[in-house]
């Protein structure tokens, strides 16, 4: 699966000013669905981990390890032209990997099932 990334300032804000959040216990899930005019391009993501969270070796790992899971998720983003932002908490390290799996499938899955 192949996700475009979101790497401009303005994009990040557009979906944080305009956008809606689910909220996890590891990380809040941010999106914000296209307008008609760009449905034809596909699906992208952002990953922001604040500095609260830790080092810069905590947060790498982090990045790190939600870009393995979008990776890992065998589900279809290009249903829905959708921008995502994942925002790290703290005890996103604490999690087993297979745990996070299975929250993020969950909360990707209730995200593309809403009409909105």
């Not at 557009?14 to 941010?30: D, I, R």
């Not at 909360?107 to 809403?114: H, P």
Request: proline share 0%; charged share 30%; with cysteine.
């Amino acid at each position: 699966m192949f996700l475009g990334k979101i790497k401009k300032s303005h994009e990040f804000s557009s979906v944080f000013k305009t956008g809606k959040y689910l909220k996890l216990s590891s990380l809040v899930v941010q999106y914000k669905r296209k307008s008609f005019k760009d449905a034809n391009y596909s699906s992208r993501y952002g990953i922001v981990v604040s500095k609260k969270v830790g080092n810069a070796v905590q947060r790498n790992f982090i990045k790190r390890r939600i870009r393995a899971l979008l990776n890992n998720i065998n589900f279809s983003f290009e249903k829905k032209s959708v921008d995502y932002v994942f925002v790290a908490r703290k005890n996103l390290i604490k999690i087993r990997f297979s745990a996070l799996y299975i929250e993020l499938c969950d909360a990707l899955k209730k995200i593309n099932q809403s009409g909105t």
